[in-house]
């Protein structure tokens, strides 16, 4: 009898347990993404002025938050080009290799504003005849102004990224110049150094 009684209460005490247990992963809250600043990334090229275009591009992972030289990048830079690690290669010198299932979708809102994934049918990838975030005044990221020669980042372009690993990041495009300069001076400006504000969803969910 003692024997029975000391199994039950062994038996219940696993299921109190168990039932704490399970308790407490529910109510185990999902950590918060964390907005990163990453400035002066350099993104050198060689050329330019009516000859052809070269030079590695600068690879940069979210998930690491670092430049990197493996296949483990996300966004790729150089000059005022961006490229994502998905899709294909439009062929131009230096061009990296697509290994991931990378894609953008191009989202007009400030950066705090866009919270939520937005429609899968929205996502690009890299293509053969076009770069998913376009490169050109006013069709990608960025205006130039002809009279000066400044490049400034399109206002209200925010930049939802489908990594090469299938998680998400959402990035904005502050300066393209070292040290992000309120007002560039087109005389001691330093361009091709990118600052850029970013957030990484790390979590099973589809929100920022």
């Not at 049918?121 to 050109?136: E, L, M, R």
């Not at 489908?162 to 990041?169: L, Q, R, W």
């Not at 790390?202 to 920022?208: I, Q």
Request: hydrophobic residues 35%.
């Amino acid at each position: 009898m003692k024997t029975k009684f000391l199994k039950l209460s062994l038996l219940a005490l696993f299921i109190f347990t168990a039932s704490c247990s399970s308790d407490d992963d529910k109510n185990e809250e999902i950590p918060a993404v964390v907005t990163t600043k990453v400035s002066n990334l350099e993104a050198p090229q060689t050329g330019g002025q009516g000859q052809p275009v070269g030079g590695a591009f600068t690879k940069f992972s979210f998930s690491q938050n670092k430049v990197v030289t493996d296949n483990s990048w996300d966004i790729a830079f150089r000059g005022t080009t961006i490229i994502v690690n998905g899709g294909a290669k439009i062929g131009i010198t230096d061009e990296p290799e697509r290994t991931g299932s990378g894609a953008v979708s191009i989202v007009a809102g400030t950066f705090a504003s866009v919270t939520s994934f937005p429609a899968a049918t929205t996502f690009k990838q890299d293509a053969s005849t076009v770069y998913a975030i376009p490169t050109g005044s006013g069709n990608g990221w960025y205006n130039y102004n002809t009279s000066n020669n400044i490049i400034s980042p399109i206002a209200g372009k925010v930049f939802v990224v489908k990594t090469h690993d299938g998680k998400y990041a959402k990035f904005e495009i502050l300066s393209y110049y070292k040290d992000a300069p309120a007002n560039p001076d087109p005389a001691t400006a330093v361009a091709r150094y990118f600052t850029f504000n970013f957030a990484y969803q790390a979590n099973s969910t589809t929100t920022f």
